[in-house]
């Protein structure tokens, strides 16, 4: 392949890695405005994550411009680019991680998180949904005169019918959409794309200051 084509894949691969930051800060800003269910999905520690792995993206982008306009002899900027990016994959896998778990403990998760939300807050999921409770009509149950929940002998009476009547089903239906389309994994595409077209115009220009100094041994011109 030749070194223009690898530095078509590079730029591409620059401008997706720049894209994946901006993407990464702007879902960081957005998950963390006051909503209820944003606010129970992504912790405090999530966002900051993100936007760690936003801002850390953005700078890789900016490296690998610089790295790109140095002279072909000078790859140093290209190596320092490949360290960044080593660093860019340790901390999607890190989130990208983190997040997969708790996927997978959604159910038992948002017990806690339910648990621990103001009364009006329950309320406001329990009307919503038109359920009581989490696993069960009585367990963190906010009974406030007025609502589905009006009385704890009707979130009691719940218990002796369908699961659907729990807030565990609607809740965990709701945010597993967000988990699932919130793909953190994705990010590796342009993180492993950029290091394999660094590492591709390391080893080009290599050749191309290698020949260089063959031709010039020999006295000739346009040996490359």
């Not at 936007?51 to 850390?56: C, D, K, Q, T």
Request: net charge positive; charged share 10%; aromatic share 14%.
């Amino acid at each position: 392949m030749e070194l223009k084509h690898t530095y078509g894949f590079y730029a591409l691969f620059t401008l997706m890695t720049l894209a994946g930051g901006a993407i990464a800060i702007a879902f960081s800003i957005i998950f963390g405005q006051s909503d209820l269910f944003f606010n129970m999905i992504f912790s405090r520690t999530d966002l900051t994550s993100g936007l760690i792995l936003g801002i850390a993206m953005a700078a890789t982008a900016v490296l690998s411009v610089f790295a790109a306009v140095q002279r072909n002899h000078n790859t140093g900027g290209l190596v320092a680019l490949n360290w960044m990016l080593l660093i860019d994959f340790v901390i999607v896998l890190v989130v990208g991680t983190r997040l997969w778990f708790f996927s997978l403990r959604q159910r038992a998760e948002f017990f806690n998180i339910y648990a621990a939300l103001p009364p009006a807050s329950r309320v406001q999921i329990q009307d919503m949904f038109s359920c009581c409770g989490y696993f069960m009509g009585n367990d963190s149950t906010a009974v406030i005169g007025t609502g589905f929940c009006a009385n704890a002998t009707f979130a009691d009476t719940l218990n002796a019918t369908v699961s659907s009547n729990f807030c565990v089903t609607p809740i965990t239906a709701r945010t597993d959409y967000t988990l699932n389309n919130t793909s953190i994994y994705a990010y590796m595409v342009p993180v492993i794309g950029l290091f394999l077209a660094s590492l591709s115009v390391i080893q080009q220009r290599s050749e191309i200051e290698r020949f260089k100094k063959i031709d010039a041994k020999r006295g000739g011109r346009g040996f490359v």
